[in-house]
Every structure is written in C-alpha cells, then in structure tokens.
C-alpha cells in the first residue's frame, strides 16, 4: 500500500522536465551517430576492395620487375636487413616508452595518506578517507590473490600490518571528522577491530573477512569495481555486518 | 536489420529517453552530463542490441546500461572527486539551468535530500519509488539480489527521513 511519502517520491519523478528541445536535439544526434556507423561497414567494404585490387596489381608488378631485373650476386639477405637501422630503433624506443609508461601507471596513481597533518583539512580528510579504503583493499587484495602470504612474524609483514592499522585508523578519524556517515565511521572501526583479532589469532579467515568488508567499501565509497566480487555478489553491510559482530565475539 | 534496429531504439527513446535523464540526473546532478549520459545509453542499446534477448523488459535493460554508463563515467574520474560527490561537501545548490531542466518548487526538497544520501541508498530509493520499478526488476538493474534491494530499501527510507528533518524540511510528527 502507498504512503503519503511514496506519493511525493513519486512525484520526484514528474517533477523534473526535461527541456523538449533539448530532447529532441539528443535524439537527431543519436540517429546521426546511428546511420553513420551504419555507413561506415560499406564504406570499409568498398575501400577493401579498391585497396585489395591495388595491392594485388602491385604484387603483380614487382614480381614481373623481379623476373626481368637480374639478380645482383654480391647482395645477401644480410645486407637488406641493416638498410634502415634508424626505423628499427626508432620502434625499439616507442616500445620502451610504453613499458616505461605501463610501469609508472603500476607504481604511481598518486593514491597516497596525507604526510603532514599539522593542518588537517577538509580536502585532506577526504583523500585519507579515500586513500585509507583503497590501500587497506589493495594490501588485502594481495593477500586473497596469493601474493601476500602473512607469516605474521617478519619485520615485513610487521610493517605491513603496522601499515593497514594506520590507514584504517586515519579513515576512520577522518570519517569521524567530517561526520561523513555514521555507518561508514562504524564499519572503519569494525574493520579495524577484524584486523586486529585477525593478526593476533594469526588467523586468515580473519584476514579474508577483513577483505571483504573493505572490499564493499571500496565499492561503496570509491566505485572502483563492478559491485561483484569473489564472494559473488557483494551485499554491502547486510552480508558483513552480522559475520563482523560475530566474529569479534559481540553477539 | 539494421532499420528494424534504429526504428526500435528511436521508438525505445520516445518512450523512455526522459525517464532515463532523470534518472542519471538523480544520480549525478549535472544536467549537461545527464544529457551526454543519456546519448551515450542509447547508443550503447543500438550497439549492444543483438544481445537483448527479451528476458527483461526494454525499460529495465535501458536503465542498466544507463547506470553502467554513468557508473563507468564516475569511476574514471579522481577517487577523491567521487567521494566528494558522495558526501556532498560545499555542493551547488543552486537552481539548476532552466534551458536544459526544471524541477518544480513542490520537489526541490526531496531532490536535494536524496543528493545527500549514499548511494547505495539513493539507487534503490529512485527505482523503487520513483521509477516503480518492482523489486526483481530493480535487483537486475542493480545486479543483486532482491533481499538486498528490500533491506537496503528498509535502511534507506528511514535514511531520507532522517535526511529531510536534518535540512528542516520535515517535522518529527510528519513522519
């Protein structure tokens, strides 16, 4: 049954006029869109064939030159090949670049904590908020993906640990802070409590919960992925929320 | 073939093009975007056309790729930008171009309200309440499961509620 509140969502609805003009100058665009790409496969049709007629007279050329100009003894194979050094390294570089230029985009996505927090602002909150998700996800990623193996001793696996306490927690101030969303400080906070639990106990189902919480998260509050995951389908809180309580022994 | 298919999503477009705006609209509040985003659905449909195999509605597969394309949008851009529009800091409120929209005075409210709200929430509010799309269908569109979209519906009514009172649009025994 509808309640009055529903009645004026609804309204929302109608409420919100699009401009007829507007409407109708998107509509002849898609249609020109359409019928261009429409077009495009007999042109493409067309230039194949032309160019195929084209390439196959110039084969047909080269070999009849090929059978009349005689052949030069002192030219080997070898030769023709450094002709033209200049091309080969010219591709060489442009190959190099895109490794290179593959590489920066791993290493450096410009995701990072803010260092100095003497003056803490809103803009600095905001990026410890998101950057405090997407780190804890990406280290925690490692660990569901098999590249991190925690042993829970190494001075390694310390700092990393260290590390993920310290995101969370600056994620969860800066959330407090800014009164962002009661249910997103909460969540930061369980989070941290799963992974203290987890690195105490040495425990992995621990860790693996600790992921999927933050994984929600990441889909939540920075959209980064389809909201799926390797549990399936991600039921952001209603899935986590219960197994966090549970396994923090609050229920 | 291919008139049958620009004849369909023409047909598609006068009937659902200012449901599917608003829709965007209400997600990202950019009415230029809005109107780039609903091009961008349509062509998408035509491309992807000979993959509809009529087990949903026409009306709920638009809105899926309408949300995937406006979904896809967001997350190129800066992380930091998209949680800004989540949380809504220092927003424009301003009235939104009369040339390319209006919004009635009776609705502003609730408009600005459901800006306020997390997304999730805000996504099933819209295709629940003001699309009417039923909870199966709102789950395909959303890609879950429709107990989710029922608890997150039971969350996010209260959430709007909530929302409403904060900005003195409501009063507690109006609710």
Known sequence: MKTQFDERLKQIDDDIQWNKQRNQKVKNEIIAEIEKHERKPSILKHTLIYSSSLIAFAIFAFLIVVNITPINESQRPSDEEITNPILDEDVMEEENEWIESDNELDIEDGVKMTEDRSTWTEEEMLNDLSAGIILTHRQLTKFVEGEWVPDYHSAEDQQIISDLFSYVSRAGTAAFHLSADNYLYVDLMNLNSVLGEAFQNQDDDGLLLAYQVVHDLDVAYNGFEEDKGPFGVTLYRDATYDVVRTYLGRQ | ?175
């Open chain 2, 1 to 175: 073939m291919s008139n049958v298919k620009q004849q369909v999503i023409t047909e598609w477009y006068s009937q659902y093009s200012n449901s599917i705006f608003s829709y965007i609209l209400l997600m990202i509040h950019e009415h230029q975007l809005a109107e780039d985003l609903t091009h961008e659905t349509f062509i998408k449909a035509y491309k992807k056309y000979d993959s509809f195999k009529g087990d949903s509605s026409p009306k709920t597969w638009l809105f899926s790729i309408a949300r995937h394309t406006t979904i896809d949008y967001v997350r190129k851009r800066k992380p930091v930008s998209y949680l800004k529009e989540f949380l809504s800091f220092k927003t424009d409120k301003g009235p939104l171009p009369d040339e390319v929209v209006q919004i009635k005075e009776s609705s502003r409210e609730l408009f600005e309200a459901l800006r306020q709200l997390k997304k999730t929430y805000r996504d099933v509010i819209i295709l629940r309440k003001l699309k009417e799309f039923s909870t199966k269908e709102t789950a395909e569109i959303l890609n879950c499961s429709e107990s989710k979209v029922k608890s997150t519906l039971n969350r996010a009514i209260p959430a709007l509620e909530k929302q409403l009172l904060k900005e003195g649009y409501l009063h507690e025994n109006s609710i």
